[in-house]
C-alpha cells in the first residue's frame, strides 16, 4: 500500500498486462539431429517386405586361368540359398487427442493441431532411429554376426581399436556409430598419443573421423550404468555396395515424409479430435561383411596431462 502512495507513474507489472507478449513454438529437449537416418540410403518396398537373396558361398565357382590346350573348360554354376531371410516393415503408432475447444481459441499466434502433431512426429521419427538400432528383429546392433565382433583391448576406444574394427568392414566403410560420450572417450585416447582426429564437415556439421571414416554421435547406442560401457558400431551403406539399407513405405495414405503418415480420424462425443500417427521403417544388413561392432567400449577413462 505504501509503494502505491508514493508511486508517480504506472507500474511495470501493471503495464505488462498491455503488452503482448513475444513466444516461441514449444520446444523439446528430447529432438536430437538423427543422423543415422540421414545417412541409410532408403529403399522403398512394394508390398512391406524384402527377401534378400544370397549366393551359397560354400559352392565353389571353379574357372580356369591360362588356358592354351583343347582340355574340356570347367563346368559351374551359381547357388544361391534356398530359404533367404525377409525383412517385414515395422510400425511405430501414436493417436493425438485435441479438444476442439483448445484449437478453436487457442490458436493465434500458433496452431495447436499444427504444433501437437509437430511433437508427436517428432517423437515418433526419435523412436525410429532409436529401433534402427535396438529393435530386436532388425536392430542393427542385434544383426552383427558374431565374427563381425570384437572387444576393446583394454577398456578405453583406441586407434588401434578402430583399426580392428575396420579390418571387419574394410570394403568401402560409409561411417562409425557412437554414443557421443565413446566418441570423447575415443578424442581423449587419440589425445593421450599425439594424434588428434581430423573432422570433415557433412550435412553442414563437422565430424571427428579416422581414417577418413566419420565418426557419427548417436544418443540411442545404450552406455550402461553399472560399468559405463557402451558400443562402437561400423556400418557400409547402400544396395550398390552390398550394405545396410533403409525400408520403407511409399505412397502412404497421407503421407507427410517418406513411410510416415498423418490421418484424421474424426471428432468424438466428448469433442476430442483425433489423428493417427503411423510411421512404417525398417532395415536390412544385405552381406555380413557390412557391419561390425566394439563391445566393451569403457566411456569413463580419464588422463592426467603433464
Given amino acids: 500500500m505504501a509503494d502505491e502512495v508514493l508511486r508517480a507513474s504506472l507500474g511495470e507489472q501493471a503495464a505488462f498486462q498491455l503488452a503482448n507478449v513475444t513466444k516461441t513454438p ?9 543422423w543415422l537416418i540421414r545417412f541409410l540410403d532408403w529403399k522403398p518396398l512394394e508390398a512391406g517386405t524384402l527377401r534378400v537373396n ?15 590346350d583343347e582340355s574340356p573348360l570347367p563346368a559351374t554354376f551359381v547357388d544361391y540359398v534356398e530359404k533367404p531371410r525377409e525383412y517385414r516393415l515395422s510400425s511405430i503408432n501414436a493417436v493425438l487427442n485435441v479438444h476442439t475447444r483448445v484449437s478453436d481459441i487457442f ?32 536392430g542393427l546392433l542385434n544383426n552383427v554376426p558374431d565374427a563381425q ?31 557421443p560420450r565413446a566418441i570423447a572417450a575415443f578424442g581423449r585416447e587419440c589425445t593421450r598419443r599425439g594424434v588428434p582426429p581430423p ?19 548417436t544418443d540411442k547406442i545404450a552406455i550402461r550404468s553399472k560399468d559405463q560401457k ?9 544396395e550398390k555396395k552390398q550394405g545396410v539399407v533403409g525400408l520403407f513405405q511409399p505412397g502412404l495414405p497421407g503421407e507427410q515424409s517418406p513411410g510416415l ?3 484424421f480420424m474424426g471428432i468424438d ?11 512404417y521403417c525398417s532395415a536390412a544388413v544385405l552381406t555380413d561383411d557390412a557391419i561390425a561392432l566394439l563391445e566393451d567400449v569403457d566411456v569413463g577413462q580419464y588422463h592426467e596431462y603433464k
Avoid at 532411429?129 to 530386436?136: I, K, P, Q, R
Avoid at 550435412?203 to 579416422?210: C, E, K, S
Avoid at 462425443?269 to 510411421?279: C, E, T
Wanted: a positive charge; charged letters at 25%.
Fill in 26 to 34: 514449444p520446444q523439446f529437449g528430447a529432438i536430437t539431429p538423427r
Fill in 54 to 68: 544370397k549366393v551359397n558361398e560354400s559352392k565353389v565357382i571353379e574357372s580356369l586361368c591360362a588356358h592354351e
Fill in 107 to 138: 490458436s493465434n499466434p500458433y496452431d495447436q493441431v499444427r504444433e501437437q502433431l509437430r511433437l508427436l512426429i517428432e517423437s515418433v521419427k526419435e523412436k525410429q532411429e532409436s529401433e534402427l538400432l535396438n529393435n530386436a528383429d532388425y
Fill in 149 to 179: 565382433k570384437i572387444k576393446t583391448r583394454k577398456g578405453a576406444p583406441t586407434p588401434d581399436d578402430l583399426d580392428e574394427l575396420l579390418t571387419k568392414v574394410w570394403k568401402e566403410p560409409s561411417l562409425f556409430l557412437a554414443h
Fill in 199 to 217: 573432422t570433415v564437415t557433412l550435412f553442414g556439421t563437422p565430424f571427428v573421423t579416422w581414417r577418413g571414416v566419420p565418426l557419427i554421435p
Fill in 230 to 238: 557402451s558400443k562402437i558400431l561400423l556400418v557400409r551403406v547402400g
Fill in 261 to 263: 503418415s498423418v490421418r
Fill in 269 to 279: 462425443q466428448r469433442s476430442l479430435a483425433s489423428y493417427l500417427v503411423s510411421l
